[in-house]
């Protein structure tokens, strides 16, 4: 779907729908619609801390912040040679974030913006969109801190749209269009808060994440 003007309200409802929008590249004005047959997603319970990022989270100076920097994030991770994140996206998923429906986990060295991850949340679902490192484990750690988070502010659905590599190894599956179509349905009639908890220390993240796995 290319002709239609999206808005953040028709982005939510597609997002409650089980789609997501894409583009091309940073230059393509177009934006598109994506159904995947095979979805990736995260469980809450399923994070893989391995033992040498326990070890670096818990020695790290670093600190977590929530959604102090959103555009920040997404500026982050739109800075490669190809993505699919054109004006328009950016745009609208500043918009989501001004109404509360688009956050931000990020990974500050001093006064310097490292790592992060940022998605949309709708219900008790939150929906992945992008990450980046500019440090070593950076990116590894906004995402622990994702789930730590998310999990603990109630919400039951952590979304990666794509299954990568990178995913698969901290704990991503791939699961049916049909099986995530039932998960989303359950998951955005409950109630997550994002803002409902401050931002952990990187060493609480790890201490929970090894005590409970």
């Known amino acids: 779907m290319t002709d239609l003007t999206l808005t953040p309200d028709l982005l939510l409802q597609g997002y409650a729908a089980g789609i997501f929008p894409m583009a091309e590249?940073?230059?393509?004005?177009?934006v598109f619609w994506v159904?995947?047959?095979m979805r990736g997603v995260l469980p809450l319970d399923g994070f893989h801390m391995s033992r040498s990022l326990a070890r670096a989270m818990r020695r790290s100076p670093w600190t977590l912040r929530l959604n102090s920097d959103f555009t920040g994030v997404v500026d982050g991770c739109a800075d490669r040679a190809d993505t699919?994140?054109?004006t328009e996206i950016y745009d609208l998923y500043a918009a989501l974030h001004d109404n509360g429906h688009a956050h931000s986990i990020e990974i500050w060295d001093g006064p310097a913006l490292v790592g992060g991850v940022y998605g949309v949340s709708l219900g008790a679902a939150f929906f992945g969109e992008s990450m980046f490192s500019r440090a070593t484990n950076a990116s590894k750690m906004a995402l622990a801190a994702a789930v730590d988070h998310l999990g603990r502010a109630g919400f039951t659905l952590f979304d990666t749209?794509?299954?990568t590599p990178h995913l698969s190894s901290l704990g991503a599956v791939e699961i049916k269009r049909s099986r995530y179509h039932q998960q989303l349905e359950q998951a955005v009639r409950s109630y997550g808060r994002f803002d409902a908890l401050p931002a952990a220390?990187?060493?609480?993240?790890v201490q929970r994440m090894t005590h409970t796995s």
């Open 25 to 30: 590249s940073r230059d393509d004005p177009e």
């Open 35 to 37: 159904d995947p047959k």
């Open 84 to 86: 699919w994140i054109n």
């Open 161 to 163: 749209q794509f299954i």
């Open 201 to 205: 220390t990187l060493q609480d993240v």
